[in-house]
């Protein structure tokens, strides 16, 4: 197996084990006696503790090399989704999410493996790969839980997901004991040894010092905090609105994950080539907009058709770039310090996105944590802007 392939079953588990439970966690949650709230908070939590774990596994990466790092997130991911399968109360499911997090921030020493064996030139097409992971986990994710956990909401499976997911992190964990090289040369790895340690108020210190990864970061903060609104309200939405069950919701999800699958997997290495990427994020920004506008209104199927299509389409160009973009901003001995930070900004954007979508949800009514997706495009938009110019390459 090549190590890219590696890489990418590696993203793929991570992001199928914060699918699992989207079409799931919303009525598991409701039969224990909660609201809005709580769900939306115990579907934040995975994020939460990914945005702590990221920076860490990021930095040690850079250390002690990514191999290691990525074997051992993995064999505790896998047992996260063990313990999931089994949870029967909502107090297990909230540990279990947790302790899922805390692995899944090894999502930042995959992005800095890919950061290692390539050029700047082809970065954006090797982010997009692992992207496309992001989107068939994205696709998978949901569609597991959702067939695997049937149509009726009162007879539900949550085992044979979690049972699942635990099967795929496994074969994961084998690639990389088997298959995966050290891609940190032993040259920069005797570079970073003799550099003092970077501790997290370093690597802070390291992203405020230069003007363009702070406004790379900020950009995928608001975007992601937004599309976290998607990911965690849809299934209560679409259920309120539209009466969906856990199995559609799951099917809508996949329609999603296609869309990013074919524009991150297919079509950024061609439209890199000959469009700057600051436009492309721009486009992406706008699609986003619109997307989310149009939710708010919706009534019927057509409309949420439209909406999801934008807003596939829209993270499918905004992911790979915007990791492209910040890891040419670092240097061979910091990648993965820098790419942690980014990877925990994005990860607490899924924390932030939540907290206040289930307030919103419910006390201001279904549409309104669209609304504020919508409108914190804007500021995205001109941040976006703010970007030095760079030419598509020829």
């Not at 598991?28 to 909660?34: E, F």
């Not at 690639?175 to 005797?190: M, N």
């Not at 702070?214 to 009466?243: C, H, K, N, Q, R």
């Given at each position: ?10 993203v793929?588990v ?32 995975y994020?939460l ?5 990221a920076?860490i596994?990021?930095r ?9 790092i ?5 064999a505790g991911?896998?047992?996260s989704?063990v313990v ?5 109360s909502?107090w ?9 997090g ?8 995959a992005f800095a ?7 700047e ?10 992207g ?12 597991i ?9 009162e007879?539900?499976n ?5 049972m ?8 994961a964990?084998?690639g990389?004991?088997?298959a995966?090289?050290?891609s940190?040369?032993?040259?920069i ?13 370093d ?5 405020l ?5 702070v ?13 976290a609104?998607?990911?965690v ?8 609105v ?29 439209l ?5 990427e ?8 706008v699609?986003?907009?619109i ?26 160009l905004?992911?790979p770039i915007?990791?492209?973009?910040v ?7 910091e ?18 996105g939540?907290?206040y ?7 201001l009514?279904?549409?309104a944590?669209?609304a504020?997706?919508a ?9 976006v802007?703010m970007?030095p110019?760079?030419k598509?390459?020829s």
């Amino acid at each position: 197996m090549k190590p890219i392939y590696v890489l990418f079953l590696i993203v793929f588990v991570d992001l199928v084990g914060f699918g699992l439970l989207i079409p799931l966690l919303p009525f598991y949650v409701q039969r224990v006696g909660a609201g809005p709230e709580i769900i939306t908070i115990t579907l934040g939590l995975y994020s939460l503790f990914q945005f702590i774990a990221a920076p860490i596994w990021g930095r040690l990466s850079d250390r002690y090399g990514r191999r290691p790092i990525l074997a051992w997130s993995l064999a505790g991911f896998a047992i996260s989704h063990v313990v999931l399968g089994f949870a029967d109360s909502l107090w297990l499911v909230i540990v279990t999410r947790i302790f899922g997090g805390l692995m899944a921030g090894n999502v930042s020493a995959a992005f800095a493996y890919v950061t290692d064996v390539t050029t700047e030139e082809n970065r954006a097409k090797g982010m997009g790969f692992l992207g496309a992971a992001f989107g068939l986990g994205f696709v998978f994710g949901p569609v597991i839980g959702g067939l695997l956990a049937g149509p009726d909401v009162e007879t539900a499976n949550y085992t044979l997901p979690a049972m699942f997911a635990a099967v795929l992190t496994t074969v994961a964990l084998i690639g990389v004991i088997t298959a995966l090289p050290e891609s940190l040369s032993p040259e920069i790895r005797e570079r970073i040894r003799n550099k003092p340690k970077i501790l997290l108020p370093d690597q802070l210190r390291l992203i405020l010092s230069r003007k363009s990864l702070v406004l790379i970061i900020a950009i995928t903060f608001f975007l992601t905090m937004a599309f976290a609104v998607l990911e965690v309200i849809l299934g209560l939405w679409a259920y309120d609105v539209l009466s969906y069950g856990p199995r559609d919701i799951g099917l809508l999800l996949t329609y999603v994950g296609v869309i990013g699958v074919v524009v991150q997997g297919g079509l950024i290495g061609p439209l890199t080539k000959r469009i700057s990427e600051r436009s492309l994020v721009s486009t992406a920004v706008v699609s986003q907009l619109i997307g989310y506008s149009i939710l708010v209104y919706a009534v019927g199927w057509q409309f949420l058709f439209v909406a999801m299509t934008l807003l596939a389409i829209g993270s499918g160009l905004y992911n790979p770039i915007l990791s492209s973009l910040v890891s040419k901003e670092a240097g061979d001995t910091e990648r993965g310090a820098v790419l942690g930070v980014f990877q925990g900004a994005s990860s607490f954007a899924r924390v932030i996105g939540p907290l206040y979508a289930g307030a919103a949800y419910a006390g201001l009514g279904p549409s309104a944590p669209f609304a504020i997706a919508a409108i914190c495009m804007a500021p995205t938009l001109v941040m976006v802007l703010m970007l030095p110019r760079s030419k598509a390459s020829s």
